[in-house]
């Protein structure tokens, strides 16, 4: 099966490949597959990654389900080995999955027919996430080896962070990592922000996420910002040519200033618009 769970199970030249295909579809390319039924599961909020999928499903002019959690069989207690089964009977020709489960897909390889998507499980992976975030760099740079990477923020809950680390080292980046404390992943070196910014080519932010906190982050914006954030005063130390990313959505003000967001640097809208013809490279693998 081309299932797409995570970016470890690809070698480089598959994600090469993927990477020039949504580079090909970005410039024009077509390709159009009547009759094929995306399911789209989406049990964790989602803005980007759903209707991104979902722009990709219709300019391949295939057709798309969506299950609402709020009002499935979940809510009676149905697993999501027998939901992704249900979609598989009535007809579904691949699934979109997002859940808040790590690795919820284990339960589903080799006991259904028809690839699995992974839309980002838990603070696991997100390999169609690094995926645009690689078109973008590519893009900037046209290269990945010896780029220099600085991911900064809540990294241990960033499912982002996670596929990115791994494979932007196995592409040749040297990827620096700084977070507080409380958001380091246990196995990695960190490095001080201030510190490393004026040598990177690449500044990544990430959101820091409230919601998958046990205990209350007791940090204002403010606090937070002047320490693992950017503003104006740090990126005017970046190298001229250095760029800001950010998987979003960004909490302003907090990881980044809202002038940051929208500054002549920032790549945040473009990895959006990457990631609908890296979904549109993904689900033709899977479909053709
Ligand atoms: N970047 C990203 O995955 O955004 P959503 O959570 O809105 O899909």
Redesign the pocket.
Known sequence: HRHMLNLRDLDITEIHRILKRAAEFKAGAKAQFPGKVVANLFFE??????QSFLMAEKRLGMEELNLIPEISSLQKGESLYDTVKTFEAIGADAVVIRAKEDRYYEELVGRISIPVLNG?DGSGD?PT?SLLDLLTIQEEFGRFKDLKILIVGDIRHSRVAATNVEVMRRLGMTVCLSAPEEFKRSGVGYCSLDGVLQGMDIVMLLRVQHERHENAFDQDSVAYNRQFGLNRDRVATMQKHAIIMH???FNRGWEITSDVVECSRSRIFKQMENGVYVRMAVLERALR
């Open positions: 909020p989602s803005t980007r990654t759903h980002g997100h996430q998987p979003a959505p």
